[in-house]
C-alpha cells in the first residue's frame, strides 16, 4: 500500500523501515505537517500517516479523499486533530495506535516528578559551572505522598502502580475504573474535586475532548493542595495555560511537569534555537524555577516507538486486505 508519512523525524523513519519489511508498504516521508496546506503532497496515496499536531479538518479532508487516500493510519491513540465525522462523511476510514507502550508515558511522568521533586535539574546545571552547593536543592520524599491520577486507563494504571511502589497514598478520578485493578491497587476512586484538594502530586492521563479540554481550569488549580506538584504526559488543551500561569505566579503550586502544550503546534519538534517563538505564554512558563518543559517526548523509546510503527503499518494491511478493523476510530 501506498503511504504519505507526515510529521516525520529520523525516528520515525528508521522505526517504520524496520517495521516494514514484515509489510512490504511502499512508504514516502514528509517533514511537513499534514494539513489543509500541506494535502495535496498526499494526491495518489491510498494512505496517509499523520501525527498528533497534524490538523484534518474538513477541508483537508476533502482534498485527501479527491486525491484518492482511502485510509488515515494514525500513528498515535489521541485523534482529536481529525474532524472524525467528516471523514466519515466522506469514506475515509481512520485508524489509530490504541495502545503502543503505556510505560513509556507513565515512567516519562515520574521522569518530570522526580526531577522536580529533587531539583536535579538545577543540580546538574550547578555542578556544569563548578557549583557543588546544596542550598536551595531541597526535595522531598515520595514515600507516604498521596499520589492523584486523573484518567485511569492503560497509562493511568501504570502511573498508579509506579506510584504504589514509591509507597504513595493513591486516589483515582474516572468515571469507569477497572474494580480488579482498584482493588489489586488498594487505591481509592474518588470524585474530581477531592483528588484535587488530597493530592500532593496530580497526574493527568485522559484523553482530550470537549468535556476534559480546560478540566484543570483557574477553579481547579485553586481547589488543589497548596504547594502540590502538577503533571501533564497526555493532551496540552486539558490545562487552561493562562489559568497554570496565574497560578504559578501566585506561588500556589510547588512545581509543575509539562510533556504536552495546548498550542504546542509548530513549536513542540521544532528546533527554534535560532529564532525563537512568540507563545508568550509558554515563554513565560519556561521561565519559573519550579516549571519543568519537555517536547511532548513521552512517547520516545525503543519500545514505544517499534510498537508504533508495527500497529500503524499493521492498521494498513488489515484494511487493504478487507480484514476486521480492530483499530477503526468511529
Do not use: W
Not at 484534518?56 to 488515515?72: E, H, V
Amino acid at each position: 500500500m501506498r503511504i504519505a508519512v507526515f510529521d516525520a523525524h529520523s525516528y520515525d523513519r528508521q522505526a517504520l523501515n524496520e517495521a516494514n519489511v514484515r509489510f512490504a508498504h511502499q512508504l514516502s516521508f514528509f517533514e511537513a505537517r499534514l494539513n489543509q496546506a500541506t494535502a495535496p503532497l498526499a494526491a495518489g496515496f491510498a494512505a496517509v500517516c499523520p501525527f498528533v499536531n497534524c490538523r484534518l479538518d474538513q477541508d483537508c479532508l476533502k482534498q485527501l479523499a479527491q486525491g484518492g487516500t482511502r485510509l488515515i493510519a494514525l500513528r498515535a491513540a489521541g485523534f482529536n486533530g481529525i474532524d472524525i465525522a467528516a471523514a466519515r462523511a466522506l469514506g475515509l476510514t481512520v485508524m489509530r495506535v490504541p495502545a503502543y507502550s503505556p510505560h513509556a508515558v507513565a515512567e516519562h511522568a515520574f521522569a518530570l516528578l522526580l526531577t522536580l521533586v529533587r531539583k536535579t535539574h538545577r543540580a546538574h546545571a550547578r555542578v556544569r559551572e563548578a557549583n557543588f552547593a546544596l542550598d536551595g536543592l531541597v526535595g522531598f520524599d515520595l514515600y507516604g505522598k498521596t499520589f492523584g491520577v486523573v484518567g485511569a486507563g492503560k497509562i493511568g494504571q501504570v502511573a498508579a502502580t509506579i506510584a504504589r511502589g514509591f509507597g504513595c497514598r493513591v486516589l483515582l478520578a474516572d468515571p469507569h475504573p477497572d474494580p480488579a485493578f482498584v482493588q489489586s491497587l488498594a487505591a481509592h476512586v474518588v470524585a474530581l474535586p477531592q483528588l484535587l484538594a488530597e493530592a500532593d502530586i496530580v497526574s493527568l492521563h485522559l484523553p482530550l475532548t470537549p468535556d476534559s479540554r480546560h478540566l484543570i481550569d483557574a477553579a481547579a488549580l485553586a481547589a488543589m493542595k497548596p504547594g502540590a506538584i502538577l503533571i501533564n504526559t497526555s493532551r496540552g488543551a486539558i490545562i487552561d495555560s493562562g489559568a497554570l500561569l496565574d497560578a504559578l505566579k501566585q506561588g500556589r503550586l510547588g512545581g509543575v511537569g509539562l510533556d504536552v502544550y495546548e498550542l504546542e503546534e509548530g513549536v513542540f519538534f521544532e528546533d527554534l534555537s535560532n529564532t525563537g517563538f512568540k507563545d508568550d505564554v509558554l515563554a513565560r512558563l519556561t521561565t519559573f524555577p519550579n516549571v519543568l518543559i519537555t517536547s511532548h517526548q513521552g512517547f520516545l523509546t525503543h519500545e514505544a516507538l517499534a510498537n508504533i510503527a508495527h500497529t500503524t503499518l499493521d492498521n494498513a494491511r488489515a484494511f487493504e486486505a478487507g480484514e476486521p478493523l480492530t483499530n477503526q476510530i468511529g
